[in-house]
């Protein structure tokens, strides 16, 4: 069974930039949540996917978008990039909404 | 809205020994999972134990267990025997179960070293 995997790795753009992350959900998952982690502080929830659906949404401004592929892959897409949207983001799958969610390794974004 | 407090940023703890971190939570839900996930240099974030509150005992994995006192709000991890590979950022995190979605809440971390 493949776990949660998540690339590039690690990320460095300039501010206004855009970017767009990719995340593998674990075999047999159909959710997935993608979550902001800053230097020194706990994960905070940008939003989460069901079903190709968005299935709610943390305190993030519409810049911050997302997709869900049929296979229940998805990205992360952040336009006009600012210096404070530096930090890790890690995606979690799970198989139902409120079922526990894994992580995947993370990406490591630098916003110059 | 619910939040998570872990107020010890830092411990450290003897190789083979046992220590406690401490997590408290605040909620007006009476149904709602609690977790403890593990974060060590390597990033990925890993489940360490999960606790339904409805269940009155205690949640444990194998050296992992947890002291979850539903009125006080507080959900401690107990880890025993520690070992090297112990060392890393402990979070506590809160979901609940009342919403179509279940973002998870967590606390601000706290980093556990394992001295030799």
């Known amino acids: 069974e493949t776990g949660v995997t998540q690339s590039p790795t690690h990320l460095i753009k300039t501010r206004g930039q855009q970017v767009t992350l990719r995340c593998s959900s674990q075999?047999?998952?159909?959710?997935v949540s993608w979550y902001q982690q800053a230097l020194g502080q706990g994960p905070q929830f940008i939003f989460q996917?069901?079903?190709?659906?968005?299935?709610g949404r943390g305190n993030f401004p519409p810049r911050f978008s997302g997709l869900q592929f049929p296979n229940y892959s998805s990205e992360l897409n952040v336009n006009a990039l600012e210096l404070d949207d530096s930090a890790l983001y890690l995606c979690?799958?799970?198989?139902?909404?409120?079922?526990?969610?894994?992580f995947g390794p993370g990406t490591r974004l630098l916003v110059l | 809205a619910q939040t998570v407090t872990q107020s010890q940023p830092e411990m450290s703890v003897q190789e083979a020994e046992t220590v406690t971190l401490s997590c408290t939570y605040d909620t007006s839900e009476s149904d709602y999972y609690l977790f403890w996930y593990k974060q060590p240099p390597s990033r990925q974030m890993i489940l360490v134990i999960r606790?339904?509150?409805?269940?009155?005992q205690n949640a444990t994995e194998n050296r992992f267990s947890v002291n979850f006192q539903k009125a006080a709000k507080s959900f401690s991890l107990k880890i025993s025997d520690s070992q090297l590979g112990d060392a890393a950022m402990y979070f506590c995190a809160y979901s609940s179960v009342n919403s179509g979605n279940t973002p998870l809440v967590f606390g601000k971390g706290t980093r556990l070293s394992v001295i030799a």
């Open positions: 996917y069901y079903r190709e659906e968005e299935n």
């Open positions: 606790q339904e509150a409805y269940k009155q």
């Open positions: 979690a799958s799970s198989s139902g909404t409120l079922e526990t969610q894994y």
């Open positions: 075999s047999g998952h159909n959710t």
